[in-house]
């Protein structure tokens, strides 16, 4: 089945940590998406990329960081720097420009 | 600031009514809409997407869309306790030749029985 795979599900950081949230994807879609939701909040973007080994920053990619090797994969890294992390991540994709977005499944990041 | 404003709700209505969620954006460059369905706790779901001026239907549910008034709603026809749910509104929001999406922050819809 063609879809989006984030994992893990639940991630759970402790003070000082850095962690890799992982989106994978076989639409073979060229653009790739982080956005982050806060309780009762829309989503607000972090990162995004259009193609491979070029990425953009969001509105909050203040304590975030990703990379874009491969077409079909895109992770975030939380770094110690993001000081209220805690929050539902969710990684999307969309074929070609002003098209439909999709999305993952979400990650749910909590601070131990 | 490029925007999406959306009323948080809720908006309870009754079984077998007509359920209207609204939606403003700041950009008038703006060139596709569309309309996320999003249960507790899960990702969103597209439901609607709306590119031209008018009315979109699709089952019960109907865009519609004014880029004059730069306005754009959704209608739910026949309301059923399981379209309860966040409801975002998306709109496509150009820059530097990318593409990216700007939501809302989403009303909340609550159909009772």
């Known amino acids: 089945d063609g879809g989006i795979t984030q994992s893990p599900k639940y991630l759970f950081r402790k003070e000082g940590q850095n962690v890799t949230l992982s989106c994978e994807q076989n639409?073979?879609?060229?653009?790739m998406y982080w956005y982050r939701q806060d309780p009762g909040q829309g989503l607000r973007l972090i990162y995004y990329?259009?193609?491979?080994?070029?990425?953009q920053k969001g509105d909050i990619a203040e304590g975030y960081s990703v990379s874009r090797e491969k077409k079909e994969s895109f992770p975030l890294t939380v770094t110690s720097a993001q000081k209220n992390p805690t929050a539902f991540y969710l990684c999307?994709?969309?074929?070609?420009?002003?098209?439909?977005?999709?999305f993952g499944s979400g990650t749910q990041l909590s601070v131990l | 600031q490029k925007e999406v404003e959306q009323n948080s709700g809720p908006l309870s209505v009754p079984e077998g009514a007509i359920a209207s969620l609204n939606c403003t954006y700041s950009?008038?460059?703006?060139?596709?809409f569309f309309w996320y369905r999003q249960y507790s706790g899960k990702s969103p779901e597209l439901i609607m997407f709306?590119?031209?001026?008018g009315d979109k239907e699709d089952g019960r549910f109907t865009a519609q869309l004014n880029k004059a008034s730069q306005y754009v709603s959704l209608l739910i026809r026949d309301s059923q306790p399981s379209d309860s749910a966040t409801y975002l509104c998306?709109?496509?929001?150009?820059?530097?030749?990318?593409?990216?999406?700007?939501f809302g922050k989403g009303t909340m819809l609550l159909v009772s029985p």
């Open positions: 709306i590119y031209s001026n």
């Open positions: 990329s259009q193609i491979v080994n070029d990425f």
């Open positions: 639409l073979n879609h060229d653009a």
């Open positions: 950009d008038r460059g703006s060139q596709s």
């Open positions: 999307a994709s969309m074929r070609a420009l002003n098209e439909k977005l999709f």
């Open positions: 998306a709109v496509n929001m150009r820059g530097a030749g990318y593409s990216t999406l700007t």
